[in-house]
């Protein structure tokens, strides 16, 4: 997406039409470049409708992204969050990643990049994350650790936890986890965690951790994801603002991961438990090496490991993709 497209957006987030002759005086250029510049933009999963006579209107407008409001929500001391927000960004993990050792500098504030659009989002296992401009939120944070990366497996369960915390302290019910790192809604994804370790295995080690969460998705977006999502304009009557929904977020990985740090997955281990969807359920798993196991999922352990009951007995998994066996359905 370009810059003008970008500012032409800014001006037209009001829901109104505005003719092409204003909007190009606003913003210094010719009435044909605001029409190039608005080319395509359904890709992005914008509407906007031209109508002769009166100009272009934008016909699902988001409520950006903004610092003020999300520090607003939160009790979080401002000073603890040092906060960036983009309108576009390739991947906000890799932004984080590339400046880690400026931010270690100064490991009393959290860094936290949020953006409108990725470009490139990642998700687990190197695949693609898919989302339009402003109908997801999209973010990463960083987090330093006096542990080594060894002692960090459970920490993918720990954000889970945070986040299913999250959604049903605003009364988005029935959300359950995926081990290791998706949250679903009757078994459709609604969002994901990617987590990328640096550090040494003895200590200290550092965590970027991106989070992707559907709110409102178009239909040219959910047309280009081959598995199953769903957002959370789905689930609920409620328009949820995603500002309110960071914020609390925000606070309550404030939260968590200090005790995380202290006690470690253990501590949250049936917590966790409680919330995965595929407790108790005959499951497949693939393996990295492409192997498959099916087994009864039968809890985690201490270490974040899924374990199931399998034909040669109760064994531990630390990696992996789950699936329900359709015979189990």
């Not at 994350?129 to 990463?140: P, Q, R, V, Y």
Request: hydrophobic share 40%; with cysteine.
């Amino acid at each position: 997406m370009n810059q003008r497209a970008l500012s032409i957006l800014r001006l037209l987030n009001d829901g109104q039409f505005q003719s092409g002759v204003s909007l190009a005086r606003k913003l210094s250029c010719k009435r044909a470049d605001i029409s190039n510049a608005l080319k395509n933009i359904d890709l992005y999963g914008i509407e906007i409708v031209k109508i002769r006579g009166q100009g272009y209107c934008w016909i699902n407008p988001i409520v950006y992204l903004n610092k003020d409001s999300i520090l607003r929500n939160s009790s979080i001391n401002p000073r603890k969050l040092d906060i960036v927000l983009f309108d576009t960004l390739d991947s906000t993990n890799t932004l984080l990643l590339n400046n880690l050792e400026r931010e270690v500098a100064d490991n009393n504030c959290v860094p936290v990049v949020a953006t409108e659009y990725q470009t490139k989002g990642r998700g687990r296992a190197g695949r693609a994350w898919h989302s339009g401009f402003g109908d997801s939120l999209t973010f990463s944070f960083g987090w330093w650790f006096d542990q080594g990366v060894s002692a960090l497996s459970g920490l993918s369960l720990i954000i889970g936890i945070a986040v299913i915390r999250v959604l049903r302290s605003l009364s988005i019910n029935c959300v359950r986890l995926k081990w290791p790192n998706d949250i679903l809604f009757e078994n459709k994804k609604l969002a994901g965690i990617l987590i990328e370790l640096r550090g040494e295995n003895l200590g200290p080690s550092h965590a970027v951790i991106g989070i992707g969460i559907n709110f409102k998705l178009s239909e040219v977006i959910k047309s280009s994801i081959n598995k199953e999502i769903i957002d959370l304009s789905s689930i609920s009557d409620v328009l949820f603002d995603r500002n309110q929904i960071l914020s609390a977020l925000l606070t309550e990985f404030l939260n968590i991961l200090p005790i995380f740090r202290d006690y470690g997955f253990a501590y949250f281990k049936n917590e966790w438990i409680s919330y995965h969807a595929f407790e108790g359920q005959v499951v497949s798993l693939i393996l990295p090496n492409g192997n498959v196991v099916v087994g009864t999922v039968d809890g985690v352990i201490e270490d974040g490991s899924i374990c199931l009951l399998t034909s040669s007995g109760r064994n531990s998994y630390k990696v992996g993709d789950i699936s329900i066996c359709l015979n189990n359905l």
